[in-house]
């Protein structure tokens, strides 16, 4: 057959350094696996950048992260018309409420398996009924959808840069209150690491800090290492269904600072704003991190770098209606930890160097405003799609213009009742009345002041 293929994916610019372009690759490895799953149903696939939409039937658009609604929304105002088929999918994919007008079709959760009928039946003018599947004119916040489970996808799949690679896990089976990743996708397959698919894309496994090969220096290859603490403090973690207790965060920290090679840079994720926390929790990491340093015996310095990551809830989680704390940690993180570690400024990241342990932040923790943009794109309903077609526009919010957003999105980080929630026609593989006893008996037993706590 001439001409482009019927069915293309959007790609919306290509770096030019390669580098560049690997990571972009990775952020499209699901949307490559979809290729691949269509290619093998007999369905040829192209690509598509914004300006040559209009030459296929079918669009693929992948928004993997929240963040990709608003630069999708943007792009797509600036779509040529033409007679096409959107078709979104992806981890974001959950609150459409206020994106309505960007696509045709919505897959929820994994795609493989249904994705050529979908598809097919676009090409074919039908709909596909399917708990999955949402048509965008016929959304209904008070109607039910589901998000679509399978297990590992069993083929490997070539990425936009020809590295191929393979799926050997989907899910995580830990089960943090807060986590998308853990409670969208069904765990099988292999234990997962912090890193999620990171493993298999960078090339080695990594662990969780509960793991017990996490102090076996042999678990180290250099470079960077990952690893979720998840909470300032013990009650924070045990909140968040995140089962680290100090004697375990110590005895990983002292095990790091006993091995007799330099494990390279770790790297702790930690979730801060988790509802409740106060100075208290940051000073128990604080009294943790400066007690391993006080007793490791002699030896070289090892880093630690601390990634803070501001707590917001997803929908379908066990966390779904919890609060967005109002705190910009971007400005008081790195002094509050100084005030805990009784430090005083040195270089730009650092928060503390003991004998042994030195601990700096990462680069890159978000802003208030960016966190709250966040927190209405997974909270926005219908009626907000004309403000949050403003706020594409204005992303990234940064410096003065960022100012107003905060009051005008604040409305969307308190707590809520789960039938308020816009997110509430979604559903996921754990029966919600398990996932709300989950969290009943950790905010009861951890945070009582949250207004959920008496069920
Ligand atoms: S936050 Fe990390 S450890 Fe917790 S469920 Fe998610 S992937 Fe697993």
Known sequence: MNGPPEVAMWIPERPARREHFSAMAMGFAGLCMIRDALERA?????????????????????????????????????????????????????NVSPWLHLFDVAVFGRADQIVASVVGAAL???????????????????????????????????????????????????????????????????????SGVGGDLFGGAEYTMLDGKATDSAAYRGGFTHFGLDGMSERLRHLANKAITRERFREWLAAICGMDRNPGVVRIYCVVGIPTETEADWQEFADDVMAVDEDAGAGPLWGFRLQLNHFRPFPATPAQTWPVELHDYRRTGIPTLR???????????????????????????????????????????????????????????????????VARLAAYAKEYLVGDLPTRYLSTYAAAAGMAKLNAAKVNRYAPALETAVP
């Open 42 to 94: 007999g369905i040829a696939v192209g690509e598509c950048s914004s300006a040559t939409v209009n030459r296929h039937k079918v669009i693929l658009c992948s928004i993997q992260s929240v963040p990709e609604w608003f630069r999708f929304s943007e792009a797509r105002a600036k779509w040529p018309a033409g007679d096409y088929t959107v078709i979104i999918g992806g981890p974001a994919v959950l």
């Open 339 to 405: 005030r805990c570690f009784g430090t005083a400024p040195a270089a730009k990241q650092a928060v503390f160097t003991g004998r042994r342990i030195w601990v700096n932040v990462d680069y890159g923790v978000e802003s208030l405003p960016v966190v709250l943009s966040q927190a209405a794109a997974l909270r926005a309903s219908v009626d907000d799609a004309p403000m949050m077609r403003v706020l594409a526009r204005e992303w990234p919010l940064s410096g003065q213009r960022a100012t107003p957003w």
């Open 124 to 194: 074919a003018g039908n709909r596909l009924p399917h708990p999955a599947v949402l048509y965008a004119d016929e959304f209904d916040p008070d109607g039910a959808w589901r998000i679509e489970q399978t297990g590992p996808y069993p083929h490997d799949y070539k990425l936009l840069d020809g590295r191929i690679v393979a799926e050997r896990t989907t899910g995580c089976q830990l089960g943090c209150s807060f986590c998308a990743y853990s409670w969208h996708r069904k765990h099988e397959g292999g234990r997962q690491s912090e």
